[in-house]
C-alpha cells in the first residue's frame, strides 16, 4: 500500500459530484503529478485531499492512518502540508512571517526548519525583512513552498507551484521540489506546464471529467500516443 492513498473519492460543493471516482496514490521521496483539462477537478482533488471538501464516499490514508474524517488542522499534525493553486501567501506580511505562520501548529523550536527553508531558496534569505506581496511570481511561489515546509510534512501537495512564472523559473522550481522529494517527503503535484511535470514524475494521473482517464509512470504517459494527442498536444 502506498503512503498515501486517496481511494475512490467522490463529491463536490453542491448536488452535482466534480469527483466521480478519482484514486490518486503517493509514495514517499516520489513525485505523484495530476494533469488534465482545466475543470477537470484537479484542484477539487487536492482539496479534498487536505480535508477542505467533504467527501461523500472514498478514503484518505496516509502511512496506514485513516484520515478521511479529520478536518485539515488534523492531517497537518499527521504529516500533511498544502500549498493552494490560489492565496497561498499573505501579501502584506513579509517573507519571513509568512514562514513563522507555516510554523502555526509547532510548539519546538523551529529555526532550524526556516534555515533549511532558507539553503532551499536562498533568495528568500535576501528579503526575509520584506512584505511577500512585492516579490516576484516565481519568488512568491517559494514562499509558499516554504511556508508549507515549515511544519515538516511527510506529504505535500503543491497545486500548480509553476503557474504564471517563466520557463527558466519553472525549471529552478521543478529542481528544488526534486530536491525536497529526495529528502524522503512525498509529493503530490498538480500542473498544468503537463510535459514538463511528467518528465520529473514517478507516478502521473490525467484527470478528466473527476475520474483518472490515465494512470501510469510519467516516462510511459508522455510515451503514450493517445494522452499526447489529447492532453499535451500533440
Ligand atoms: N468553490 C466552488 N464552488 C462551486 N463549484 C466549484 C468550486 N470550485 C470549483 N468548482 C467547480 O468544480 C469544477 C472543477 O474545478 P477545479 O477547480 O477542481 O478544476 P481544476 O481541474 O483544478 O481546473 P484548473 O486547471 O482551471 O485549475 C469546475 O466545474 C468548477 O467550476
Ligand atoms: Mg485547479
Redesign the pocket.
Known amino acids: 500500500m502506498s503512503f498515501l492513498v486517496a481511494r475512490d473519492m467522490r463529491g463536490?460543493?453542491?448536488a452535482e459530484d466534480?469527483l466521480q471516482g478519482c484514486t490518486v496514490e503517493a509514495d514517499r521521496g516520489e513525485i505523484a503529478v495530476i494533469v488534465?483539462?482545466?475543470?477537470?477537478?484537479?484542484?477539487?482533488?487536492?482539496?479534498a485531499i487536505f480535508g477542505m471538501l467533504r467527501l461523500r464516499a472514498g478514503s484518505i490514508t496516509l502511512d496506514g492512518a485513516d484520515l478521511t474524517r479529520m478536518k485539515p488542522t488534523d492531517r497537518v499534525r499527521n504529516g500533511m502540508s498544502f500549498v493552494p493553486?490560489v492565496k497561498n501567501v499573505f501579501p502584506s506580511m513579509t517573507v519571513e512571517e509568512n514562514l513563522e505562520m507555516g510554523a502555526f501548529i509547532r510548539r519546538d523550536d523551529f529555526s532550524g526548519t526556516m534555515d533549511e527553508v532558507y539553503s532551499l531558496f536562498p533568495v528568500l534569505a535576501e528579503k526575509r525583512r520584506q512584505p511577500a506581496g512585492e516579490l516576484s511570481g516565481g519568488q512568491r511561489q517559494q514562499v509558499a513552498v516554504g511556508r508549507a515546509l515549515m511544519t515538516k510534512p511527510s506529504l505535500l501537495m503543491l497545486?500548480?507551484p509553476t503557474a504564471g512564472v517563466s520557463p527558466i523559473v519553472m525549471d529552478e522550481l521543478f529542481d528544488r521540489i526534486i530536491d525536497v522529494a529526495r529528502t524522503g517527503i512525498a509529493i503530490l503535484m498538480?500542473e498544468?506546464n503537463a510535459k514538463q511535470a511528467l518528465e520529473i514524475a514517478t507516478r502521473g494521473y490525467v484527470?478528466q471529467h473527476?475520474r483518472n482517464a490515465h494512470t501510469d509512470t510519467g516516462e510511459a504517459l508522455l510515451a503514450d500516443p493517445d494522452v499526447r494527442r489529447t492532453f499535451l498536444g500533440g
Open positions: 463536490g460543493y453542491g466534480i488534465g483539462p482545466n475543470g477537470a477537478g484537479k484542484s477539487t482533488a487536492m482539496k493553486q497545486d500548480e498538480v498544468q484527470l473527476g
